[in-house]
C-alpha cells in the first residue's frame, strides 16, 4: 500500500482537477477548491520541513568544520533571530518591511544585476561564427543589439525594422512552436503521471 | 390560421440554438475538452500497441540524455562531483520530468561511486529528491554511498538559492552540471558560472524566455518536448516509449490544424470565424 497510495492519490485528486476545467456538475467546483486549499496547507508545512532541512544541514555543517561553515552560522542566525521577529510583528511588521526593503531587496537586486555582466562573457564566448547557426545567431543578435539601442536608429533608421521583424516573425513563430510541443509534453507527462506509468517520483523505483 | 397560430407559439416557446448548449460544459471549453480526449485516445491506442508487443517508433537519438552518461564518466575520472538540479518550479510536470532524469543520474552515479550534489528550491520537492536518490542508491546496490547531506534544500527565494549553487560551485568544483526543469531569469548566471568552473553541463528549460541563455553557455540542450521524453529514451520502455508516440501524433495533429487555419485566414481575410468556432 505504501507504493499504491500515492499513486491513488494522485489519479483522483488530478482527474477531479482535470474534469473541473472542462466540466460543471454536481459540487466539482466545490471539490476542487477545498483541494486547492489543502494543497496550500500541504505547501505550508512543506516550507517548515524545509527549515528543518536546512537547520539540519548547516548545523552539521558547523559540527563538522566542512568548507566555508562559518557562513553556516551566519545563515542560522539569519533564520532563527529572523524568524521570532516575524512571528511577533507579522510579514507586514516594521522590523520584517525594513529588513525586507534595505537587505533582502538590495541584495537581490545586486544579484539581478550580475546578469549584465554574464549576458557580455557569455556573448563574447558563443558569438563566433564557427558554424552555418553560429553564424545566423552571431548576425541576428548584432542586428537585435543595434535594433534596440539608440545608436543603431543613429547609424541608420532601418536598424530597428529589421530588429522588430526579426522579433515578430521567426522569434515569435520559433517560441511558439517551443511552446506547443512542451504544452504537448506537459500533458503527455502529466497523463503518464496520472495513470501510473511514471513512477520514479515515488522513490519506490520503476 | 388557428394551427398557424400554435406553430408560431411553439416556435417562439423552443429552446434557442444557444440554449441546447450542455450546460456541464464550462463556456468555451467544448473543443478543449475534444482535444485532451483525442490526446487520451493516442496516447491509449500507442499504450495498447506497446503491450501487445506490436512495433511502434522509436525515438530518435537525443543527444543531451546520451551525454549524461559521458558527464558522469567525465566527473568520475577527474575525481570530482556531479552537481543536478530539478528547476524552480514545484510539483509541476517539468519536474517529474527531472526527477525522472534524477532517478537514472543517481543509478549511474552510484555504480560508478561519484558523488551526487542534489540542490532543490522547492521545499516540497526536497522530501521526494531525497527519496528519490536513496531508493536509486539501494537499486544500483550502494545504499552505503547514499549521503543525505548531498541533497540540499537551499532556499525557496530565487537569488538566494542562485547565490547557494554558485557557493556549492566554487565550493566543490563540480565537473558535470545537469540543469533540468524549469529556470527564470538565474538561467544564465547558473549556466555561466557552471561554464566558468570547467563543467559539463546539460541542461532543460521549458521557459522560452531563458532557453537561449542555455543554448549559448552550455554544452548539451533538450528544448521544448525532448526533456518529457528523457523517461522513456533513458528506460528504453515501450508502453513510456507509446505515450511519447501518442503525443507526436497529436503533435501532427496540431500542425494540419494550424496549416488549415493558415489557409482559412488567407483566404477567408480573417480567422475570426474559426476562432469563433473553436471557442463555442
Not at chain 2, 526543469?181 to 531563458?210: D, H, K, R, V
Amino acid at each position: 500500500m505504501q507504493k499504491e497510495l500515492p499513486l491513488i492519490i494522485v489519479f483522483v485528486s488530478g482527474i477531479l482537477v482535470m474534469l473541473s476545467k472542462f466540466f460543471n456538475f454536481w459540487r466539482l467546483p466545490e471539490l476542487v477548491a477545498t483541494l486547492d486549499k489543502w494543497s496550500i496547507v500541504m505547501s505550508t508545512f512543506a516550507m517548515l520541513m524545509g527549515i528543518i532541512e536546512l537547520t539540519r544541514l548547516h548545523v552539521n555543517n558547523v559540527r563538522r568544520r566542512r568548507i566555508n561553515w562559518y557562513y553556516s552560522i551566519v545563515t542560522l542566525l539569519a533564520i532563527y533571530l529572523y524568524l521570532p521577529v516575524v512571528l511577533i510583528q507579522g510579514p507586514e511588521g516594521p522590523s520584517p518591511k525594513w529588513i525586507t526593503t534595505n537587505v533582502s531587496q538590495p541584495i537581490g537586486s545586486a544579484i539581478y544585476a550580475i546578469l549584465g555582466f554574464y549576458i557580455v562573457s557569455a556573448a563574447y564566448r558563443s558569438f563566433k561564427a564557427r558554424n552555418l547557426e553560429a553564424s545566423i545567431l552571431l548576425v541576428a543578435a548584432v542586428l537585435l543589439m543595434l535594433g534596440q539601442a539608440p545608436i543603431g536608429e543613429a547609424i541608420w533608421s532601418g536598424f530597428p525594422k529589421i530588429s522588430d521583424w526579426i522579433l515578430t516573425v521567426p522569434n515569435s513563430a520559433g517560441m511558439r512552436g517551443i511552446n506547443i510541443g512542451a504544452y504537448i509534453g506537459i500533458f503527455a507527462t502529466s497523463i503518464r503521471v496520472l495513470l501510473g506509468l511514471e513512477r520514479s517520483w515515488t522513490g519506490s523505483g520503476s | 390560421m388557428s394551427s398557424l397560430y400554435f406553430l408560431a407559439a411553439a416556435a417562439a416557446k423552443a429552446p434557442k440554438p444557444e440554449d441546447l448548449t450542455p450546460k456541464f460544459w464550462q463556456p468555451g471549453m467544448m473543443w478543449d475538452s475534444i482535444f485532451v480526449l483525442l490526446l487520451f485516445l493516442a496516447i491509449g491506442i500507442m499504450i495498447q500497441r506497446a503491450r501487445a508487443g506490436l512495433p511502434i517508433p522509436p525515438i530518435r537519438k537525443l543527444a543531451g540524455l546520451d551525454a549524461i552518461d559521458e558527464a558522469i564518466g567525465r566527473a568520475t575520472e577527474m575525481g570530482r562531483p556531479i552537481h543536478f538540479s530539478p528547476g524552480m518550479s514545484g510539483f509541476t510536470a517539468v519536474t517529474y520530468a527531472g526527477l525522472a532524469v534524477l532517478s537514472e543520474v543517481a543509478k549511474k552515479a552510484a555504480q560508478y561511486d561519484t558523488r551526487l550534489l542534489v540542490t532543490n528550491r522547492q521545499a516540497l520537492v526536497q522530501p521526494v529528491a531525497q527519496e528519490v536518490v536513496k531508493q536509486a542508491y539501494l537499486e544500483a546496490g550502494r545504499p552505503d554511498a547514499y549521503n543525505p547531506d548531498d541533497v540540499r534544500y537551499l532556499s525557496d527565494a530565487q537569488f538566494s538559492y542562485t547565490t547557494a549553487v554558485l557557493g556549492l560551485y566554487q565550493r566543490e568544483k563540480p565537473a558535470a552540471n545537469i540543469l533540468y526543469g524549469y529556470w527564470m531569469a538565474e538561467s544564465l548566471i547558473l549556466a555561466e558560472a557552471g561554464s566558468q568552473i570547467g563543467a559539463i553541463q546539460i541542461g532543460a528549460n521549458t521557459n522560452t524566455f531563458q532557453i537561449h541563455f542555455f543554448i549559448v553557455t552550455m554544452d548539451y540542450v533538450l528544448i521544448g518536448e525532448e526533456m518529457f521524453a528523457a523517461a522513456a529514451y533513458m528506460s528504453k520502455e515501450p508502453v513510456l516509449t507509446g505515450t511519447v508516440v501518442g503525443q507526436d501524433m497529436f503533435k501532427i495533429a496540431i500542425g494540419l490544424l494550424i496549416v488549415f487555419g493558415t489557409i482559412w485566414a488567407t483566404v477567408a481575410g480573417s480567422s475570426k470565424g474559426l476562432v469563433d468556432f473553436l471557442l463555442r
